[in-house]
């Protein structure tokens, strides 16, 4: 397989047609967190085959070199960065293996989506600009290095372990950002918080019966972008939902599990219970209530949700959590904090600090959590994370912090940023907009390393990164690479 190979049929004809062709081949070549090595190594035999000159550091990132255009060997050196990971979220519907399967896209009113799972045009459509500039041939330029990360959406550890004095160019262009027209100079840092606590089984009480209660159909989408739009998070939902059938009949809790990635707002949540036989009518009459009232509650923001329960087989189903366990996390859930904690007081209408309870998996034998807090300021997702700690610590249960990364501070005075407004100015005859965004971006770790660095980030528009549906416009692929195109060659001239 080469990178120019063509591309999926949906991506044929779609223009521009180098970038469209190189994203086809991220899509045939799976790429979860941790699992890059073959699209890595594909990608470094590209660049060799090219004559460009690579390097594969301590970290698995790959950097690729290009050398200036002659007579452009003075123009000051330009990275452009992209990471390799995609998120890998799938439908429960869906049969699709990422670490496999290769991603099928389709085409629908000027948009390109996948069917059923994720697209990974996060971080994929910045990665197939920076792959077809490198093998541009008429756009005059000075030397470029490609930096492709690894492990982006599960820890930023790629760019944790970027050793410094790597990278020679001392101006960026993160292509990571997702909304077209803006660019971006700021981002959230963050840190996780890992739940662990051991169980205590019990055999199921005699005449109990089994049920799987399950809640789907949420929207999910990415846990910093679309945490402030009061998205339904399934398993403080299901909780919810679990409290209040539990004090009103005798349930027991042999399973709970919600939520596929960290840095993704809860799609789904299933929970295995026992209840006597007699109970049944009970609970579907219950959860029938709740399925009103959660409508109601999410209505024009959650018109998907469904709550059901349906008979499980009583041999899948041999013990429960011990009863004050099983209080002991559900009250603990329910306490524990999730969405927008604080809006930034210095750039309206951005969030500055929030929380995601993005996992969870329990079982009568051992019981485990994920939370993933952002936020603008360091000492901001430092104090929630405390706070989660301290919640937790009342019961005895550890919960460890761990990845903690820097946000990236704004620059109001950058040079690089002053030139890229001059040439969207120029090419698009309007103005654009500057951004602070409460995700995590790289540009922050990469900054700390390589202090004075000049750094922006830009990109097309791409809705609901992070969960099946993802998409990316076509129109706004097609002029951010007439954007980039533009910004390479006027550093510089």
């Not at 970290?59 to 995609?86: C, F, W, Y």
């Not at 979220?89 to 085409?107: E, G, Y």
């Not at 923001?301 to 009583?314: H, M, R, S, T, Y």
């Amino acid at each position: 397989m080469t990178t120019n190979a063509s591309a999926p049929a949906a991506l044929d004809q779609l223009a521009p047609n180098d970038v469209w062709a190189h994203f086809g081949t991220l899509c045939r070549i799976p790429r979860q967190s941790k699992q890059e090595d073959a699209l890595r190594d594909h990608l470094r035999q590209w660049a060799e085959q090219t004559g460009l000159a690579t390097v594969v550091d301590q970290a698995g990132n790959l950097i690729i070199r290009k050398p200036a255009t002659p007579g452009r060997e003075s123009t000051p050196g330009l990275v452009l960065q992209g990471h390799l990971d995609m998120v890998c979220q799938k439908n429960s519907d869906s049969a699709h293996d990422f670490s496999r399967d290769p991603i099928r896209p389709v085409l629908a009113d000027g948009w390109v989506k996948a069917e059923g799972t994720t697209l990974g045009a996060d971080n994929g459509m910045g990665v197939a600009m920076i792959l077809a500039l490198l093998a541009d041939k008429a756009t005059s330029h000075g030397p470029l290095e490609a930096l492709f990360t690894v492990d982006e959406e599960a820890g930023m550890g790629g760019a944790q372990g970027l050793q410094p004095g790597l990278l020679q160019g001392r101006l960026m262009l993160n292509l990571d950002t997702e909304e077209w027209g803006e660019f971006y100079l700021g981002c959230a840092g963050g840190m996780d918080v890992n739940v662990q606590r051991p169980g205590m089984a019990q055999p199921v009480p005699a005449g109990h019966e089994a049920w799987r209660i399950s809640l789907t159909g949420l929207r999910g989408g990415h846990s910093g972008v679309n945490i402030h739009e009061e998205r339904g998070n399934a398993i403080k939902l299901l909780v919810r939902v679990l409290i209040d059938l539990s004090t009103a009949m005798p349930l027991r809790l042999a399973q709970l599990q919600g939520g596929t990635a960290r840095n993704a707002l809860p799609r789904e949540a299933f929970a295995l219970i026992t209840l006597p036989a007699a109970q049944a009518a009970r609970l579907n009459e219950a959860l029938a209530r709740w399925q009103a009232l959660l409508a109601q509650e999410l209505e024009g923001v959650e018109p998907g949700i469904k709550l059901q329960a349906e008979p499980a087989p009583v041999e899948q189903t041999s013990h429960v959590m011990d009863q004050t366990e099983q209080t002991t996390w559900l009250r603990s859930l329910h306490a524990a904090p999730h969405g927008v904690r604080r809006m930034s007081q210095r750039v309206p209408g951005v969030v500055e600090t929030s929380n995601n309870l993005g996992m969870i998996e329990l079982t009568p034998q051992s019981g485990s959590c994920n939370f993933m807090v952002r936020s603008l300021r360091d000492s901001g997702s430092q104090a929630l994370a405390d706070e989660i700690v301290s919640l937790w610590a009342l019961s005895g249960t550890t919960a460890e912090q761990s990845g903690a990364y820097p946000g990236w501070t704004p620059n109001p005075d950058s040079t690089l940023l002053k030139l890229c407004q001059q040439v969207y100015q120029r090419e698009f005859n309007s103005a654009s907009s500057v951004q602070v965004i409460h995700a995590g971006l790289e540009c922050g770790i990469i900054a700390a390393k390589y202090p004075g660095m000049d750094i922006v980030s830009f990109g097309p528009t791409i809705r609901g990164a992070h969960a099946p549906g993802e998409q990316v416009e076509v129109a706004s692929v097609a002029r951010t690479w007439q954007l980039l195109l533009a910004i390479v060659s006027a550093i510089g001239a």
